[in-house]
């Protein structure tokens, strides 16, 4: 049974084993390329993660300035109350409701009072 290190010669003199070398080796190159899939797959989540936040920073930097929020709180009682505590929702319901809001809020929503 002398056979080399690398089990070449062995696995020519037992019946089977060669098999089970080539299975092993099948079974390592489908986990490595596994890895490779998921390394991949990690960087894309990462790289989408950084480029929303990067995206949504200067949306969560806006900060209401208490005039504006009195002059549309009514409003957004009256015409958005289902979308509190959500302010997103509650700027997108002012937008598509623009012209039922008061003087007031209308102005802030146009960017015409801070």
Do not use: H
């Amino acid at each position: 049974m002398g056979g080399s290190p690398d089990g070449r010669s062995l696995a020519r003199s037992e019946p089977g084993l060669g098999r089970r070398v080539d299975g092993l080796a099948a079974r390592r190159k489908g986990s490595v390329q596994l890895k490779i899939k998921f390394a991949e797959l990690a960087l894309r989540l990462l790289v989408s993660s950084l480029l929303l936040t990067a995206a949504a920073g200067p949306l969560l930097a806006y900060e209401e300035t208490e005039t504006q929020r009195n002059a549309c709180k009514p409003d957004v009682y009256r015409w958005c109350k289902w979308y509190i505590p959500s302010r997103a929702g509650i700027t997108y319901c002012l937008n598509q409701n623009i012209e039922k809001l008061s003087p007031a809020c209308r102005a802030v929503m146009e960017g015409k009072l801070r």
